[in-house]
């Protein structure tokens, strides 16, 4: 496979997105080598390779135990590099009190980023919040 093969040389000259997109695949293929790779990428700083990190542990995938501690790390560490999911999931976190101190204003605002960055959850996270007057926003149905 010619894609596999260019990832992989992008990947030795220390591309990050590379390293991101074929730990993907070879995930998708059942290859354990795409954790490390992934890992890769998050040592890194890719954002997206943090935010799968944070879903494999959320879910419990491939060979990894369920961990909430270890995902919301993850999640944390691709919000602050401004991945949109990852900003809306660490909000739904702080909505719920799923490992941190509940605060509706922070998720809000965090909401608010995830939509200006074109992510949907963010978009439905952050209408939901104008219309309802979450996390001390005023109600907006025009906004909304």
């Not at 890992?39 to 419990?60: D, I, N, S, V, W």
């Not at 509940?102 to 809000?108: P, T």
């Amino acid at each position: 496979w010619e894609g596999k093969r260019l990832l992989r040389l992008a990947l030795e000259q220390g591309d990050a997105d590379a390293a991101c997109q074929l730990g993907r695949y070879l995930l998708q293929e059942g290859a354990p080598e795409g954790v490390a790779v992934l890992l890769a990428a998050c040592a890194k700083g890719h954002p997206r390779a943090c935010f799968q990190m944070a879903e494999l542990y959320r879910e419990g995938q491939c060979g990894f135990a369920k961990d909430e501690r270890a995902s919301l790390r993850y999640t944390k560490w691709a919000a602050h590099q401004g991945d949109g999911q990852a900003l809306s999931n660490l909000g739904n976190a702080l909505v719920n009190g799923l490992g941190l101190i509940r605060d509706d204003a922070k998720a809000v605002r965090l909401f608010r980023h995830a939509a200006a960055l074109g992510a949907p959850e963010g978009m439905l996270n952050y209408g939901l919040a104008l219309l309802r007057g979450s996390g001390g926003t005023k109600v907006d149905y025009q906004e909304a």
